[in-house]
Structure formats: C-alpha cells, structure tokens
C-alpha cells in the first residue's frame, strides 16, 4: 500500500473528496429542516440549479425550488424523522454512493442509499433514491 502522495492531481483528489463529504453532509441535514427558507438555504450550498432527484415514489424532479417543495411533502407524508448518513460516501470520478437512515420515534427506521453525480463545481447535479 502506498500512503503517500505522488502527484498533485492525487492531493486534488483527496481535497475534492472533501468538498464532496461536505455537499452530502449538507443536502442530507436539509432533509432534517422544517422550515422552506432553512431547506432552501442548505440546498443552495450544494445542489446546482438544474439538478434532478428521482426515487420510486415520486416524480423526477428538478431545481432548488423543486427540491425544497419535495423535502416538504416529505414531512407530510413520513411525519417526524430524523436523515442521518450511515456511513462516509463512496466516490469515484464525481459520481457515488451513500447509505442513509430515517429514524422514526414511532415506527422502526428506513434504510436507503442515494446514487449520486456532481458537477465541477461540486454541487450535486442528480441524486437517484432507493429505499
């Protein structure tokens, strides 16, 4: 195993990855937000203006304001819950996967994972649920 970096696009990699974690961090506490302005302000910060969210349960959607109004249907239709990531991201050229829960106080949790890709800006251009 080599632990060291030999190249400056390998330490670009790495600090991307970063940035990366950082966007799933941020779109997935968006999930926890109640409040459209306080969704609408996280999913500035990681997902592009165009980017689309498909799951089996809902129509492909697209945008920040389109996103905002799903992660608020949600609440209708889930109640309260808790997004949590269950463990870091897999990334390989700008596209991956992460596992996630929705923890119910009521009820027993959901496990899903989400299909990802970015765009060189890092912001999330299309995320695909399954659950």
């Given at each position: 195993?080599?632990f060291f970096?030999?190249t400056?696009?390998?330490?670009?990699?790495m600090?991307n990855?970063?940035t990366i974690?950082k966007?799933?961090?941020?779109?997935?506490?968006a999930?926890?937000?109640?409040e459209?302005d306080?969704?609408?302000?996280?999913?500035?910060?990681?997902?592009?203006p165009?980017?689309?969210?498909?799951?089996k349960r809902n129509?492909?959607?697209?945008g920040?304001d389109?996103?905002?109004?799903?992660?608020?249907?949600?609440?209708?239709?889930?109640?309260q819950?808790?997004?949590?990531?269950?463990?870091p991201?897999e990334?390989h050229?700008?596209?991956?996967?992460?596992?996630?829960?929705?923890?119910?106080?009521?009820?027993?949790p959901?496990?899903?994972?989400?299909?990802?890709e970015?765009?060189?800006?890092n912001?999330?251009?299309?995320?695909?649920?399954f659950f």
């Amino acid at each position: 195993m080599n632990f060291f970096i030999d190249t400056m696009d390998e330490l670009y990699s790495m600090e991307n990855i970063n940035t990366i974690e950082k966007s799933i961090l941020i779109y997935v506490s968006a999930w926890n937000e109640w409040e459209p302005d306080a969704i609408r302000e996280k999913i500035d910060q990681c997902w592009a203006p165009r980017g689309t969210y498909a799951d089996k349960r809902n129509e492909t959607v697209s945008g920040t304001d389109a996103l905002t109004d799903l992660i608020l249907r949600s609440h209708e239709s889930m109640g309260q819950r808790t997004m949590e990531i269950s463990g870091p991201p897999e990334i390989h050229f700008k596209k991956g996967r992460f596992y996630w829960l929705a923890i119910r106080p009521d009820d027993y949790p959901i496990l899903g994972m989400d299909y990802f890709e970015f765009d060189d800006k890092n912001l999330i251009t299309r995320i695909v649920g399954f659950f």
